[in-house]
């Protein structure tokens, strides 16, 4: 969903490899952090999709909330 959202190949490579590795967290970090360095709008589905993925990890909200203001009501 970030790729389609406008994240870059890069970090989409750079987040996958992680993956590959079961390194959920690192992974999970890399492309919350790439979407807020690039300013990449985000729609509601895909905060929800990280929230969940968060909670999963058992992570506070304090560590992706600042995606919050990437929400762009349009690709809701």
């Known amino acids: 969903m970030a790729e389609q959202l406008g994240l870059n190949e890069k970090d989409i490579t750079n987040a996958k490899e992680c ?7 690192l992974s999970f ?7 807020h360095e690039y300013d990449v709008a985000i729609n509601k589905a895909f905060y929800s999709m990280v929230t969940a993925i968060a909670s999963e990890l ?3 909200a304090n560590e992706y909330d600042f995606l919050v203001p990437l929400i762009k009501k349009e690709l809701s």
Do not use: A, F, G
């Open 29 to 35: 970090d890399c492309v919350i952090t790439q979407i």
């Open 19 to 25: 993956l590959e590795y079961n390194e959920l967290e």
């Open 58 to 60: 058992k992570l506070p």
